[in-house]
């Protein structure tokens, strides 16, 4: 559960937001920005709906939360108990959301997340403002990427020539799921699908020796994200070449990913990272990864990016060379990068990058 403090923070950016758009409240109805304002509360009742079950309302006075009947037990016991939150429900059939918001912002001007009659959509004003987290906000980012490792660590190693990838797949969800996470993405490829597809929904091939998991874990609202690959039999020397590539990129990644720096710098020698190892245009068959936290990727990084890493900002770079990928999630801290995702049995490769050393996941043989 999140401190007073950090709600306080919350409700102190929101509000600098209000002033800035001259808005009488704020209407925050995703999940994604629910989860943000509640300190890690969760609105969702379908996973794949942008949008929650209740608004948080934040006025220049006080902060609300606005939901039907159904869910505002939960919601007001469950996801933001003792917060300071002031409970405004409804009867599901009444469908009164709109006139209590509108008579929470007395008249005013107001600004949304989502679609609402007559209001001014800040999204996009809004992001910038969940970007840097608050340190409680790290540490239960801590608690995703170490069980997230632990899980995909646990998947791989129980994984068996002959399963099927939607096997492997419903493997890994369920210690996602049983560790009170949410799997928001899960791709699994075996042998040459890997080489394939980049983004391979799970199949019915049947793994021969060679397996690629990828996870997008979700709690509290952030999101964890983290691949790994578990190969039965020694690896060919084509792919330990490729693969000792794409760690040697994702080390540049992580090394340049400082607070202060420009991502489009960062995102620069990452590709020079690529020419180095002699896989120059690979980059060009799959996006990079970029700034991650409350969504998946809060947008896809490039050499035209003008944004700069800021402090205790979370990134999650997953460069990939044609049959092997290398991905974790990080966080830029002050005076350090800190990689949040990765398990203490699996084996890894240490990068020297600019003198200092970056360890990356290695291929698991089995």
């Known amino acids: 559960m999140a401190s007073l403090a950090e ?5 102190r950016r929101a509000r600098q937001l209000m002033k800035e758009q001259g808005l009488s409240a704020l209407v925050l109805s995703t999940q994604v920005n629910f989860a943000w304002a509640t300190g890690g509360g969760d609105s969702h009742v379908a996973i794949s709906s942008e949008g929650g079950s209740a608004s948080v309302v934040i006025t220049p006075e006080a902060r609300y939360i606005v939901c039907d009947n159904i869910e505002a037990g939960r ?8 917060l300071g939150f002031q409970l405004e429900s409804y ?4 469908n009164r959301r709109q006139e209590i918001i509108e008579r ?7 600004g949304s997340d989502a679609a609402f009659p007559g209001a001014q959509i800040i999204e996009s004003s809004l992001a910038p403002y969940r970007v840097s987290l608050t340190m409680e906000e790290v540490d239960r980012y801590r608690w995703i990427g170490a069980n997230t490792a632990e899980c995909m660590s646990e998947a791989c190693r129980q994984i068996k020539p002959g399963m099927a990838e939607h096997e492997i797949a419903a493997l890994l969800d369920q210690k996602i799921i049983a560790r009170g996470m949410i799997p928001n993405v899960t791709l699994i490829a075996t042998d040459e699908r890997i080489s394939k597809y980049r983004h391979p929904i799970p199949s019915d091939k049947k793994l021969e020796k060679y397996a690629m998991l990828v996870i997008c874990a979700r709690k509290w609202g952030l999101i964890c994200s983290t691949t790994r690959l578990a190969h039965f039999g020694t690896l060919s020397d084509e792919l330990r070449r490729k693969h000792n590539a794409v760690v040697e990129v994702d080390a540049a990644f992580i090394a340049n990913t400082k607070v202060g720096a420009d991502v489009a710098s960062v995102f620069n020698a990452a590709k020079a990272a690529y020419a180095k190892t002699g896989f120059g245009e690979e980059w060009q068959l799959h996006h990079q990864g970029g700034p991650t936290g409350y969504l998946g990727r809060d947008y896809r990084a490039s050499s035209a990016t003008k944004d700069t890493v800021k402090m205790n900002q979370a990134f999650a770079w997953n460069p990939s060379i044609t049959g092997t990928k290398s991905e974790d999630t990080i966080i830029a801290l002050d005076g350090k990068t800190e990689v949040i995702s990765m398990a203490k049995d699996w084996p890894y490769i240490d990068v020297n990058v600019n003198g200092g050393i970056i360890r990356r996941a290695d291929i698991l043989e089995l």
């Open 7 to 11: 709600i306080a923070e919350k409700e």
């Open 75 to 82: 919601i007001i016991e469950e996801e933001a108990a003792g």
């Open 91 to 94: 009867n599901w059939w009444d």
């Open 104 to 110: 929470l912002a007395g008249g005013g001007k107001i």
